[in-house]
C-alpha cells in the first residue's frame, strides 16, 4: 500500500511543480495547494500504513501486544494541514488585493518594487 | 477511568521528577510573547496603551532570556520535555549556549525595535496591529532557537512567518503588497520542502527529537549516501531559501524595502538569521556526515552568495536596497563557516550572526533617520546630512565600518575567525571571497556615507553651497529614535573592544553542536 501511495505522492508533487513554474499567480497558489496535500500524505506515509489496528493498550499493559496503526503521523499531519490552510487563505487575499492594487496577476509584469528601467546609481558628484 | 482499581507505573512512560523551578526559565520566552501579544490584540482599538504594553513584554522577554543565558552558563545544556512524557516521545525544549545566545540578542533587537516603533509606526498601522505581530514574530523566534524537537522547529517557522507576513503588509500600499507576494510564495515553497525533508526523516528513523536523531544518525553504517542525501539535500534548499542564500535569494531584495523601515529593521536583524541557526542546528548537531559530504557545495554557495550581495549592493542606488543586499553577504560569510564546519568556524559563523543582527537592524534604523532628515532613501536625492548632524554621521559611520568587518568594530572578529578557520582548512578561495566581500560592502557603504552625509546636498548642487534647511527635522530629538539606534552601535563598539566573553560564549556554543555529548545527555539523562 506504501508503494501505491508513493506513486500518488509523486504524480502530486509533479502537478504542484508544474504549476508553480507558471508565471500566472492564480496557478502558483493552486501548486502550492496541491504541494501541501503531497507533502501531508507523505508524512502519513512515512509513518508506515496499518490498516484497521487502533493503538490502543490494552488493561494491566504498558505497551500495545499487537503491530497497530501508528498515531504520530496523524498528528503532525493534522498540524500541517491547519498550517498550510492559513497560509493558503492568506495568500489568497494577499494576491487578490495584489491584483486589484496592480492589476496584473502575471509575476513577469509585477515589478513596481524592482522597476526595470532603474538607472545605474551616481557615479561621482 | 474514575474509579479503575488498577494501580498505573507512570514512571515507565512519563519524568516524575519535578522541574526545577529555574528550568521553567526555558518556556518563558515564548509564553511571555504569546500572552504579551494576546493582551496587546486585545486593546488593538487603544493604540495610546499599545507600545507601552508591548514594550513591558519585550522587557520580560529580554530578562527571561538573559536569565536564562545565566542559567545554561551556569547549569550546562537543559531540557524540559512538554506532558513531562519521557523523550524522545514528548516534544523536548532544549537550551543551549547557541541558541540561548542568539535568542538573547534577538530579544535585545525586537525591544530595540519596539522602542523605534513607537515613535515611526502611526496609530492607523497601531491599530492593524504592528505590537501583537511584532511579539509573535518574537514568539517564533525565540520557540526556534530553543526547541528540541524538529517538527516543532518547522511549527515556530510557520508562527514567525505569518507573523512576518502580517509586519509585511501592513499599511497595504502598491509596492508592499508587490514584495509580500514574492515574499510569501517564495518562503512558503521554503517552509514547505523543510517540511518534506523533516516528514522523509520521520519515515526513515522513526523520531524528531533532535538529540535521538543526532545518536540514530551517528549510529547509521551507510553514512551519508543513500536515502540521508536527499534529505541533506532538501534541508540545504529549504534553509538556503529561508537564508536568502544565493541561487535563491531573490525573494529578499523583493522585499525588503518595501516595509515601514522599522519592519524591515527588525526583518533584516532576525529572519534570515534564524535559517541560518537551523543551518548550523540540523548540518553540524544532526546530519554532521551529510555537512562533510556536501562541504564543498556549501563553500561554494557561500562564495556565491557573498559575491551577488557584494555586487547588488554595488548596483543599488537606494539606501535600503543596498543594505538589502548587505544582509545576503553577511549570510554567506556564516555559510563559509557551515562549510569549513571546525569549531572555530562555527563559533566565527555563530559570532557572525550576532553581529549581524545587531549591525543590520541598527543600520536600517538609521537608514530610516537619514529618510527623516533627508526626506529620501535615494542617494541621487540625498546630502548634506552631516551638515544637519554630525553625531548621526558618526554613528552611520560606526556601523558602516562593523557590517564591512573593519576593526575595533563587531564586524571584524567574527571575519578574522571565519578567514583563519578557511586556511586552516585550505580552502583559500573561500578566504579570500570573504575579504573580497569585505571590500565590496566597504565600497558601497562608503558610497553611501560620502553621497548622502558628505556632500554638500543632493545631486546638482554646487560644491561649496551651503544649504539652508527650511523645516528642522521634526523626529530628531525624540527619545525613540535616538536611544535604540544608540544602544545598538553601543553594543557594536563593544562587541569590538571587548570581544573576549562574546568569543567565550560562541565557542561554548559552537562546541556544543560540534560535539553535542552534552545537548544529548541534557535531553536522555544519564543515558
Same mark, same amino acid.
Given at each position: 500500500?506504501?508503494?501505491?501511495?508513493?506513486?500518488?505522492?509523486?504524480?502530486?508533487?509533479?502537478?504542484?511543480?508544474?504549476?508553480?513554474?507558471?508565471?500566472?499567480?492564480?496557478?502558483?497558489?493552486?501548486?502550492?495547494?496541491?504541494?501541501?496535500?503531497?507533502?501531508?500524505?507523505?508524512?502519513?506515509?512515512?509513518?508506515?500504513?496499518?490498516?484497521?489496528?487502533?493503538?490502543?493498550?490494552?488493561?494491566?499493559?504498558?505497551?500495545?501486544?499487537?503491530?497497530?496503526?501508528n498515531p504520530l503521523p496523524q498528528a503532525l499531519v493534522l498540524t500541517a494541514i491547519v498550517i498550510s490552510f492559513s497560509f493558503f487563505a492568506f495568500l489568497l487575499v494577499l494576491t487578490f488585493r495584489a491584483y486589484q492594487e496592480l492589476g496584473t496577476d502575471d509575476a513577469n509584469e509585477m515589478r513596481i518594487a524592482e522597476p526595470i528601467d532603474e538607472p545605474a546609481p551616481p557615479q561621482g558628484y | 477511568m474514575a474509579g479503575s482499581s488498577v494501580s498505573v507505573d507512570i514512571s515507565q512512560a512519563m519524568i516524575t521528577a519535578p522541574v526545577s523551578a529555574g528550568d521553567w526559565l526555558l518556556v518563558a520566552?515564548?509564553?511571555?510573547?504569546?500572552?504579551?501579544?494576546?493582551?496587546?490584540?486585545?486593546?488593538?482599538?487603544?493604540?495610546?496603551?499599545?507600545?507601552?504594553?508591548?514594550?513591558?513584554?519585550?522587557?520580560?522577554l529580554v530578562a527571561a532570556n538573559f536569565g536564562l543565558l545565566v542559567r545554561v552558563l551556569d547549569k550546562g545544556v537543559i531540557t524540559m520535555v512538554m506532558g513531562n512524557w519521557l523523550p524522545p516521545f514528548g516534544i523536548a525544549?532544549?537550551?543551549?549556549?547557541?541558541?540561548?545566545?542568539?535568542?538573547?540578542?534577538?530579544?535585545?533587537?525586537?525591544?530595540?525595535?519596539g522602542i523605534y516603533g513607537s515613535v515611526t509606526i502611526q496609530a492607523t498601522e497601531r491599530r492593524y496591529g504592528f505590537y501583537p505581530f511584532l511579539l509573535f514574530l518574537m514568539t517564533g523566534v525565540s520557540g526556534a532557537f530553543l526547541t528540541g524537537d524538529i517538527f516543532n522547529l518547522y511549527v515556530w517557522f510557520e508562527v514567525?512567518?505569518?507573523?512576518?507576513?502580517?509586519?509585511?503588509?501592513?499599511?497595504?500600499?502598491?509596492?508592499?503588497?508587490?514584495?509580500?507576494?514574492?515574499? *510569501?510564495?517564495?518562503?512558503?515553497?521554503?517552509?514547505?520542502?523543510?517540511?518534506?525533508?523533516?516528514?522523509?526523516?520521520?519515515?526513515?528513523?522513526?523520531?524528531?527529537?533532535?538529540?535521538?536523531?543526532?545518536?540514530?544518525?551517528?549510529?547509521? #553504517?551507510?553514512?551519508?549516501?543513500?536515502?540521508?542525501?536527499?534529505?541533506a539535500a532538501l534541508y540545504f534548499l529549504a534553509f538556503a531559501m529561508?537564508?536568502?542564500?544565493? &541561487?535563491?535569494?531573490?525573494?529578499?531584495?523583493?522585499?525588503?524595502?518595501?516595509?515601514? $523601515?522599522?519592519?524591515?529593521?527588525?526583518?533584516?536583524?532576525l529572519l534570515t538569521k534564524v535559517g541560518v541557526y537551523a543551518m548550523i542546528r540540523v548540518f553540524v548537531l544532526l546530519l554532521p556526515g551529510s555537512r562533510d559530504y556536501m562541504a564543498d557545495l556549501i563553500a561554494v554557495v557561500a562564495i556565491a552568495t557573498m559575491m551577488t550581495g557584494a555586487m547588488g549592493a554595488l548596483a543599488q542606488s537606494e539606501v535600503r536596497r543596498v543594505l538589502g543586499y548587505l544582509v545576503i553577504v553577511g549570510i554567506g560569510a556564516m555559510l563559509a563557516g557551515v562549510a569549513v564546519g571546525s569549531i572555530l568556524a562555527i563559533s566565527g559563523a555563530i559570532f557572525y550572526a550576532?553581529?549581524?543582527?545587531?549591525?543590520?537592524?541598527?543600520?536600517?534604523?538609521?537608514?530610516?533617520?537619514?529618510?527623516?532628515?533627508?526626506?529620501?532613501?535615494?542617494?541621487? #536625492?540625498? *546630502?548634506?546630512?552631516?551638515g544637519i548632524s554630525p553625531v548621526f554621521a558618526a554613528v552611520f559611520l560606526v556601523l558602516g565600518f562593523a557590517v564591512s568587518g573593519l576593526p575595533p568594530f563587531s564586524g571584524f572578529w567574527p571575519k578574522i575567525m571565519l578567514v583563519d578557520a578557511a586556511f586552516d582548512d585550505g580552502r583559500y578561495l573561500l578566504a579570500g571571497a570573504i575579504l573580497v566581500s569585505g571590500f565590496l560592502t566597504t565600497l558601497a557603504i562608503g558610497r553611501v556615507w $560620502?553621497?548622502?552625509?558628505?556632500?554638500?546636498?543632493?545631486?546638482?548642487?554646487?560644491?561649496?553651497?551651503?544649504? #539652508?534647511?527650511?523645516?528642522?527635522?521634526?523626529?530628531?530629538?525624540?527619545? *525613540?529614535?535616538? $536611544? &535604540?539606534? *544608540?544602544?545598538?552601535?553601543?553594543?557594536? $563598539?563593544?562587541?569590538?573592544?571587548?570581544? #573576549?566573553?562574546?568569543?567565550?560564549?560562541?565557542t561554548r556554543g559552537a562546541s556544543g553542536v560540534v560535539e553535542p555529548f552534552g545537548y544529548v545527555r541534557s535531553v536522555f539523562g544519564g543515558l
Amino acid at each position: 500500500m506504501e508503494t501505491g501511495l508513493s506513486v500518488l505522492i509523486g504524480l502530486f508533487f509533479a502537478v504542484s511543480v508544474y504549476l508553480m513554474l507558471s508565471k500566472q499567480l492564480v496557478r502558483m497558489l493552486l501548486g502550492i495547494a496541491i504541494l501541501g496535500n503531497a507533502v501531508n500524505l507523505m508524512i502519513f506515509t512515512a509513518g508506515r500504513l496499518t490498516r484497521e489496528v487502533p493503538p490502543l493498550i490494552p488493561l494491566e499493559l504498558y505497551t500495545p501486544n499487537v503491530a497497530t496503526a501508528n498515531p504520530l503521523p496523524q498528528a503532525l499531519v493534522l498540524t500541517a494541514i491547519v498550517i498550510s490552510f492559513s497560509f493558503f487563505a492568506f495568500l489568497l487575499v494577499l494576491t487578490f488585493r495584489a491584483y486589484q492594487e496592480l492589476g496584473t496577476d502575471d509575476a513577469n509584469e509585477m515589478r513596481i518594487a524592482e522597476p526595470i528601467d532603474e538607472p545605474a546609481p551616481p557615479q561621482g558628484y | 477511568m474514575a474509579g479503575s482499581s488498577v494501580s498505573v507505573d507512570i514512571s515507565q512512560a512519563m519524568i516524575t521528577a519535578p522541574v526545577s523551578a529555574g528550568d521553567w526559565l526555558l518556556v518563558a520566552p515564548s509564553l511571555l510573547t504569546i500572552l504579551g501579544g494576546s493582551l496587546c490584540l486585545m486593546t488593538r482599538k487603544n493604540t495610546k496603551a499599545q507600545p507601552k504594553v508591548g514594550l513591558i513584554f519585550l522587557v520580560l522577554l529580554v530578562a527571561a532570556n538573559f536569565g536564562l543565558l545565566v542559567r545554561v552558563l551556569d547549569k550546562g545544556v537543559i531540557t524540559m520535555v512538554m506532558g513531562n512524557w519521557l523523550p524522545p516521545f514528548g516534544i523536548a525544549f532544549t537550551a543551549d549556549a547557541l541558541g540561548v545566545t542568539l535568542a538573547l540578542v534577538g530579544s535585545i533587537v525586537a525591544l530595540c525595535a519596539g522602542i523605534y516603533g513607537s515613535v515611526t509606526i502611526q496609530a492607523t498601522e497601531r491599530r492593524y496591529g504592528f505590537y501583537p505581530f511584532l511579539l509573535f514574530l518574537m514568539t517564533g523566534v525565540s520557540g526556534a532557537f530553543l526547541t528540541g524537537d524538529i517538527f516543532n522547529l518547522y511549527v515556530w517557522f510557520e508562527v514567525l512567518l505569518i507573523s512576518s507576513y502580517g509586519l509585511l503588509v501592513l499599511g497595504n500600499d502598491r509596492l508592499q503588497l508587490d514584495g509580500s507576494v514574492k515574499y *510569501g510564495i517564495l518562503n512558503l515553497i521554503g517552509t514547505n520542502l523543510f517540511l518534506i525533508a523533516t516528514g522523509l526523516l520521520y519515515g526513515m528513523f522513526g523520531t524528531l527529537n533532535m538529540a535521538d536523531l543526532a545518536m540514530k544518525v551517528a549510529a547509521l #553504517e551507510s553514512g551519508a549516501s543513500g536515502p540521508l542525501a536527499t534529505i541533506a539535500a532538501l534541508y540545504f534548499l529549504a534553509f538556503a531559501m529561508k537564508a536568502a542564500a544565493f &541561487p535563491v535569494n531573490f525573494w529578499l531584495p523583493a522585499s525588503y524595502h518595501t516595509p515601514n $523601515i522599522v519592519v524591515s529593521a527588525v526583518f533584516a536583524g532576525l529572519l534570515t538569521k534564524v535559517g541560518v541557526y537551523a543551518m548550523i542546528r540540523v548540518f553540524v548537531l544532526l546530519l554532521p556526515g551529510s555537512r562533510d559530504y556536501m562541504a564543498d557545495l556549501i563553500a561554494v554557495v557561500a562564495i556565491a552568495t557573498m559575491m551577488t550581495g557584494a555586487m547588488g549592493a554595488l548596483a543599488q542606488s537606494e539606501v535600503r536596497r543596498v543594505l538589502g543586499y548587505l544582509v545576503i553577504v553577511g549570510i554567506g560569510a556564516m555559510l563559509a563557516g557551515v562549510a569549513v564546519g571546525s569549531i572555530l568556524a562555527i563559533s566565527g559563523a555563530i559570532f557572525y550572526a550576532v553581529h549581524s543582527i545587531i549591525v543590520m537592524t541598527a543600520l536600517y534604523m538609521a537608514a530610516g533617520v537619514m529618510n527623516m532628515l533627508g526626506g529620501s532613501y535615494k542617494l541621487r #536625492e540625498l *546630502g548634506g546630512l552631516y551638515g544637519i548632524s554630525p553625531v548621526f554621521a558618526a554613528v552611520f559611520l560606526v556601523l558602516g565600518f562593523a557590517v564591512s568587518g573593519l576593526p575595533p568594530f563587531s564586524g571584524f572578529w567574527p571575519k578574522i575567525m571565519l578567514v583563519d578557520a578557511a586556511f586552516d582548512d585550505g580552502r583559500y578561495l573561500l578566504a579570500g571571497a570573504i575579504l573580497v566581500s569585505g571590500f565590496l560592502t566597504t565600497l558601497a557603504i562608503g558610497r553611501v556615507w $560620502i553621497f548622502a552625509f558628505w556632500r554638500g546636498g543632493p545631486e546638482g548642487t554646487a560644491d561649496g553651497t551651503v544649504i #539652508e534647511r527650511v523645516v528642522p527635522a521634526p523626529q530628531l530629538t525624540s527619545a *525613540g529614535i535616538w $536611544i &535604540p539606534l *544608540g544602544v545598538l552601535t553601543a553594543l557594536v $563598539i563593544y562587541l569590538g573592544l571587548q570581544p #573576549e566573553w562574546m568569543l567565550q560564549l560562541v565557542t561554548r556554543g559552537a562546541s556544543g553542536v560540534v560535539e553535542p555529548f552534552g545537548y544529548v545527555r541534557s535531553v536522555f539523562g544519564g543515558l
